[in-house]
C-alpha cells in the first residue's frame, strides 16, 4: 500500500459504508472512519429532529450570500413534504444567520474530515448547489450523490454559463433561453444533463410592502459589480447618479434597490456612486418627494407595487418579467457609449438598453415601456423564451418531479 493516499482508502471505506450501511459491516466501516483521519476537526453540528434525509441543500458560503439559499427554501420545504431533506452549512456564521429562514433541519459541518464523516453516516441521495462556491466541489467527491446545480436565478451574466457546470451530474435550468446560452458558450455539456424546471422561486404569493402613493412606482435595482469585469454588469458607478437624478425630476416615486452585495464591496467609484444615489433620494425627500431606499424584504414583494423597473444584466430582469409582462422593463448596458446596445441578452436585443448615449431619453423611454404595445409583444415573447409555458405555481411541481427522476436514474444506475 506504500504511495496509496489515505484519502482514497477512505473514500472507498466511506462508499462501501454507505452501499451496506444497515448491515455489521456498514457499522464496522463507520465506526472506523468517526476515528481516523486528520485531526483538523471541527465537529458536526445539528440543528432539527435529525441529519439524515434524501436531499441534500447544500451552502458552502457565507452570510453576505445567504439570499442565494433563502430564495429557494419553499421549494425545498414542498420537497421536504415528500422527501426529507436537510441544509447542510459549512461557515458557522451562515448556519446561525439561517436558524431564521426555515424549519428544515441543519446541519454544520466545517471541516472536509467533517463533512466526510456526516456523508459516510448517513445515505443520502442527491445534493442541491444554489451557486459554484469553491466548498461545493468538496461535497461532489463523493460518488453516491446526484449532484445538481439550480443556481439562484435566471441570467444573462457570464457567470452562468461557467465550465464550472459540467462538473455537476444535472443542471436544472429555467427554459430555452438557459439551455441556448449554454449550447453556444459551453462545449461539451451535454443535453441530457440540462433539465427544464421554470422557476420554483417564483411560485407563490406576494404582498405590497410600499406605502400607498398616487404616482408611479418606478425602482431602480442595480447588481453587484462581479469578480471581474467580464462579470460586471452594475450600473451603479457608471449610469446610476444620473438615473436616480433624472427620475427625481419626474412626477414619480423612485425606489432604490441596489444587490445586497453593493453595499458590502470596497471598489469606490461603486461606493461614492452608492453614496450619491442615497443621498439625492434622502435629498429629495426633505423636499417632499416621498422616494424610498429599500434593502429589506423580497425584491418579489416589492414588484407588487412596482411600475417599472429600471435593471442590469441579472436575474432581476427575467424574474420580473415572468412575474409581471404587462409592466415595463428597462435594461441598462454600462459596456457600450453607443444608443444601440452592445450587451448579448435577449432582453437587450428585444427590448433595447438604457445606455449613457440615450441618457436623456429615460422620461420617453419609461412612457414608451408602459404603453407601447410592441414593447407589450416582446415582453410577451420573452418571457416565453426564458421559462416556456410555465405559469404560475407549477415550476415547483417540475422541480420536485426532476428530483423524483434523477435519483430513480441514478439507483437504475442509467440515464433516462
Known sequence: MTGFPFSSIKRIAQNCARRVSRSPLGELLKSWLRGSGPADRFGIEVRGDRSSADVIGYFGDGPDQLYQLQQWIPALEALNESRPVILIFRQRSAFKAAKSLTSIPSVLAISYPDLAELYADNDYRLAIYVNNGMRNFQSMADTSIVHV??????????????????????????????????????????????????????????????????????????????????????????????????????????????????????????????????????????????????????????????????????????????????????????HTEAASPGLKSPLATGLGALTKANLNRLPQMIEDSLSDDALLDARRRLKAHYFGATTAGESTSLFIAAIEDSIRERVSGHRV
Open 149 to 334: 446545480h439550480v443556481d439562484h436565478g435566471e441570467s444573462d451574466k457570464k457567470s452562468s454559463i461557467s465550465n464550472q457546470l459540467k462538473a455537476y451530474d444535472k443542471v436544472f435550468v429555467a427554459g430555452s433561453a438557459a439551455i441556448a446560452r449554454c449550447e453556444q458558450a459551453l462545449w461539451g455539456l451535454g443535453k441530457n444533463k440540462m433539465v427544464t424546471v421554470g422557476r420554483p422561486p417564483l411560485d407563490g404569493k406576494f404582498e405590497s410592502i410600499l406605502p400607498h402613493d398616487n404616482r408611479r412606482t418606478v425602482v431602480y435595482a442595480p447588481t453587484w459589480q462581479g469578480e471581474d469585469e467580464a462579470n460586471n454588469f452594475t450600473s451603479v458607478d457608471t449610469l446610476g447618479p444620473q438615473i436616480v437624478e433624472a427620475l427625481t425630476a419626474l412626477d414619480v416615486r423612485v425606489v432604490y434597490r441596489p444587490h445586497p452585495r453593493v453595499a458590502a464591496t470596497h471598489d469606490a467609484a461603486v461606493v461614492d456612486a452608492d453614496r450619491a444615489i442615497r443621498s439625492m433620494l434622502h435629498n429629495a425627500d426633505e423636499g417632499g418627494g416621498a422616494h424610498v431606499v429599500s434593502t429589506d424584504g423580497s425584491i418579489l414583494d416589492l414588484f407588487v407595487d412596482t411600475d417599472v423597473l429600471i435593471t442590469d444584466v441579472s436575474s432581476v430582469g427575467p424574474d420580473f418579467l415572468f412575474l409581471h409582462p404587462h409592466k415595463g422593463l428597462i435594461l441598462t448596458d454600462r
